[in-house]
């Protein structure tokens, strides 16, 4: 079956690990073009995300990254960059693996729209608008002020609309969710968040949050973090993620279902879902539980409808 994976963040550890080579199977490595194909995914979401590590980020650090993506990933004859519709529809008529570019947190934007617009030119498609904490635009989940946004974070909201950039709110806190819900008003992502009412993570969605990215016809990435999928049992099995999906699958959520495992930007993973080349044992526990063509659209089908209807024409 054909896979496509929401997010994963290989790209900051061939940044933080040059020798690492994305065409091998690294140990090292989640994700590598090897794992990508034995396990049948057709798109990776690969995120441009400056780790903890760069106590000050900036743009710079972001083309090093833009860099790497080409150099190292896209240059590899089996992966084809995707940056609009006509691309994708070229991939699915090839045998190569399609790479989207996001970036995760703006910080390192520095709130200058002009680099939002060069990253736009460079391909990135999706923007996760902060990591767990606060910057120049929003607050993020783990903020304990728990605000919104800032007057500027608004004002760039208009330029994803305007540009066509994915808004991705997966980081971001309560407040600033409902606010970007009245400013932004195209379909809206949560690249690797799973369900409260399952596990009561702060990364996780509200049933509230769920609806309102069903309403807006977005998309929710149920993500491989065992700790947003059980936050009981320190292994946790395959099955404790079919509870998530059912769960927003009762909110009337089915065809707003896929996955962002964040492969790569774990230390800790599910029994069997270890890297991606393990997901097989995931399809396994999805047939076993659903209907073929739910199965099909959860891991490809209803990524590959948002994606056709949100990329550039």
Known sequence: MKIMDGHCDALTKLFVNP???????????????????????????????????????????????????????????????????QDWHDMEAGEQVGAILTLEGVDALAGNFTHLRILYHLGVRSIGLTWNYANWAADGVMEPRKGGFTRKGKLMLRELETMGIIADVSHLSQ????????????????SHSNAQKICPHPRNLSDDQIKAIIQCQGLIGITFVPYFVDSVNLAVPIAALLKHIDHVC??????????????????????GLRHTGQYENLIEALCKNYRE???????????????????PK
């Not at 407040?175 to 949560?190: D, G, L, N, Q, S």
């Not at 279902?257 to 774990?266: M, P």
């Open 19 to 85: 020798k690492l080579d994305f065409g091998k199977e690294e140990q090292e490595l989640d994700v590598s073009y090897p794992r990508l194909k034995h396990a049948g995914v057709r798109v990776q979401c690969f995120a441009i995300y400056l780790s903890d590590t760069i106590q000050q980020p900036t743009f710079d650090h972001i083309l090093q990254m833009v860099d790497i993506f080409h150099r190292k990933i896209v240059s590899h004859p089996g992966m084809r960059f995707i940056q609009n519709v």
């Open 175 to 190: 407040t600033a969710f409902w606010e970007m819900v009245e400013v932004y008003r195209k379909p809206f992502i949560a």
């Open 250 to 271: 009762s909110l009337e959520g089915e065809r707003h279902i896929g996955f962002g495992s964040d492969f790569d930007g774990i230390e800790q993973w599910i029994k």
């Open 293 to 311: 063509a739910q199965v099909e659209a959860f891991l490809f089908g209803n990524w590959r409808n948002f994606m056709l209807a949100n990329l």
